[in-house]
């Protein structure tokens, strides 16, 4: 692996291994590697929170130079393509890049680009890492993948997140539901769409996603019911009195309370959303070391 790109590139080994990695990193059975004479660019061209701190937190972790990229002083600002801009930081002599864009498949354009690239986020594409760290958290809970059932909820066509979980979810042999609006389906993925309140009382895993409104048109924007949508699609407490005694709830976040979960869920017991964050920083340091060992090799 020298690039990580989509949940598609990757085999269940390498799934397996990157999980592996990440959980002896946090264990500390594992001892972080230093890569002093690597440097790093974080281009995030979306907002982001998680995916950009935990990435700070992991390269700092492995001893990267962190070189300093903020797209809104950047010359993007001058009109200067993602091409160039990344030709550019690889001629000057950086070794890795963190990429975060709103064009699907942004990485296509990037063929000529000799240096590592990870996707953190591309459009309503893949978001690979996302996946990485929903199955290392999957897996800490059940220590298996077949035969699990998991319900995606929400905005299932907006969401790089469905897209990523469904492909590697079920290659790893989890069933994978979907409900959502029929606006935001999309049947391209492949996933059944299912009643919520028919399956809610037999799945394994819940996991909302964030109401993307950022990708909406402004009619949809401004005919959105935050209640109505709540009632239908969200977890709200009577779905959470039926869901399973082992059942877990997961959310990619950043989290709409009281949209796509009642506020007082966040931190329930079978709330998984703030461990998802937390796995994810030793799930980026697994994946950023694997690609700079496979680099030295
Ligand atoms: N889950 C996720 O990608 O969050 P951020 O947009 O805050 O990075």
Not at 104 to 109: G, I, L, P, S, V
Not at 116 to 123: C, E, K, L, Q, V
């Amino acid at each position: 692996m020298r690039n990580l790109l989509s949940m598609e590139h990757l085999t269940t080994t390498e799934i397996a291994q990157l999980i592996r990695k990440a959980s002896e990193f946090k264990s500390g059975a594992r001892p972080f590697p230093q890569y002093n004479d690597q440097f790093v660019a974080n281009l995030f061209f979306e907002n982001s929170t998680r995916t950009k701190s935990s990435f700070l937190v992991a390269e700092q972790k492995l001893g990267l130079n962190l070189f300093d990229f903020e797209t809104s002083t950047s010359s993007v600002q001058k009109g200067e393509s993602l091409y160039d801009t990344c030709k550019t930081l690889e001629s000057i002599g950086v070794n890795l890049l963190v990429i975060r864009h709103s064009e699907n498949a942004y990485y296509d354009k990037l063929d000529n680009i000799q240096i590592s690239i990870i996707n953190g986020g591309d459009g309503s594409g893949q978001h690979p890492t996302q996946s990485l760290l929903d199955i290392m958290t999957i897996h800490e809970e059940f220590k298996r993948f077949e035969g699990l059932k998991v319900l995606i909820c929400g905005d299932i066509k907006n969401s790089r997140v469905a897209r990523s979980n469904y492909h590697s979810l079920t290659a790893l042999g989890a069933e994978v539901m979907f409900s959502s609006p029929q606006e935001w389906q999309d049947d391209s993925i492949g996933a059944p769409y299912v009643d919520m309140d028919e399956v809610i009382d037999q799945v394994d895993i819940v996991m909302l996603l964030r109401v993307q409104h950022e990708r909406h048109g402004s009619e949809e924007v401004d005919h959105f019911e935050a209640g109505h949508y709540h009632q239908d699609f969200g977890l709200t407490p009577e779905r959470y009195q039926r869901l399973q005694e082992s059942a877990i709830i997961m959310h990619p976040a950043p989290v709409n309370r009281g949209i796509e979960i009642a506020d007082e869920l966040v931190e329930a017991p079978k709330s998984r959303i703030f461990k998802q964050m937390e796995n994810g920083m030793f799930l980026r340091m697994a994946v950023i070391d694997t690609i700079l060992e496979n680099r030295k090799g």
